[in-house]
């Protein structure tokens, strides 16, 4: 019943990653968030390991402001991106081969953008109020209330900065998205009930059987 | 079905007034948009003609930067606002009203901000990509197209610096809102399902009946 690659970005702690493996589960299509570092490794010939670690250097040198280069514009040159990129453009290489292959739900790493022109990209961002997120990331990773709340924003930080860098977008900025929604107002169950009804009605606009 | 109070904000001509008529008429509950400038007449003495020419005002006075006067807020004063404003006043009370009197549908009016406290408001935004609002335009007020984008563009801008000026936060901004939807992608069908989910999906949360 599902036509379309549906690119989920998120909030940390607002429960997208879950999110994405219960909707793919929904649809019988696969999911692939943190998945996309070795199959970029097996790619690229770079290790899993260098790919993690570019990915950590990224989000944090890049509190500074920088002028984004924007992946998909007109004007943007491959060949003057800095080598310590590479992984980066692996891994949009992987998005998109995995999108040709059909249908699936990519959990992050700037996927909204990088698919953004195929008109079989859904997508989502998925947010919610901050102590919610602290309570569930106590919860999942086990560590102190008081110091969760700084690292939460601090993650948000770490990927609003990646994503304004490669993109020339702003993280969040809900004109980018067919649907975003608060997690924390209606859960996991309620986030890909939401999910499923937008591919639906996309499927009837765009004509395609149920 | 339907238990909550449904507060619709939305981009100039993105469909959201149809949208909130037809999602009030699906869920059997009264939707109110510009009626209100009659029900606020009524209750505040002032004329339907005054209260529409000053939200106009409004509109286009702020288009210059001046301090968000926020009316929730704890540091706010009613006594500070100039007597200029009381038709925004009146209109809160009475959506304030309206909101108790039942589960219904409003649409603008900062309806999200001035209900945004209580918990069983639902908050969405409606947007959509400009080539397709103007679209929408041309055939409702049978304006030319090139005009159009100047005239969409504007009551956004005007609709920004009213909703800014009144609440103090930042129109568009999704971390406000439930839901925020692009009606461009799904239409206006699409869009009733959508917040059709969101108030079932909530329902089950809260343990509501369906």
Chains 1, 2 share one sequence.
């Not at 770079?46 to 990224?58: C, K, N, T, V």
């Not at 102590?131 to 709340?149: F, G, K, Q, T």
Request: aromatic share 8%.
């Amino acid at each position: 019943m599902n036509h379309y690659v549906i690119s989920i970005s998120r909030e940390f702690g607002s429960g997208g990653r879950l999110i994405g493996k219960r909707l793919a589960a929904r649809l019988g299509v696969p999911c692939y968030d943190r998945t996309l570092i070795q199959k970029t490794a097996e790619k690229s010939g770079l290790s899993p390991d260098f790919i993690a670690r570019a990915e950590e250097r990224a989000r944090s040198r890049f509190h500074l402001s920088i002028a984004p280069i924007g992946i998909n514009s007109p004007t943007f040159a491959h060949q003057s991106v800095p080598v310590s990129h590479q992984a980066f453009f692996a891994q949009a290489e992987v998005i998109r081969e995995l999108a040709d292959e059909g249908p699936c739900v990519i959990v992050g790493r700037c996927s909204d953008y990088i698919l953004g022109p195929r008109p079989d990209c859904l997508k989502v961002f998925i947010h919610a109020d901050l102590a919610s997120r602290v309570e569930r990331c106590v919860e999942e990773y086990h560590i102190p209330a008081d110091d969760m709340e700084r690292r939460v924003l601090q993650m948000d930080r770490g990927r609003g900065n990646y994503y304004n860098y490669y993109t020339g977008h702003t993280w969040g900025d809900m004109r980018q998205y067919d649907l975003t929604l608060d997690s924390g107002k209606i859960g996991v169950e309620g986030a890909v009930e939401l999910i499923v009804t937008l591919a639906q009605a996309r499927a009837v606009r765009d004509r395609l059987p149920g």
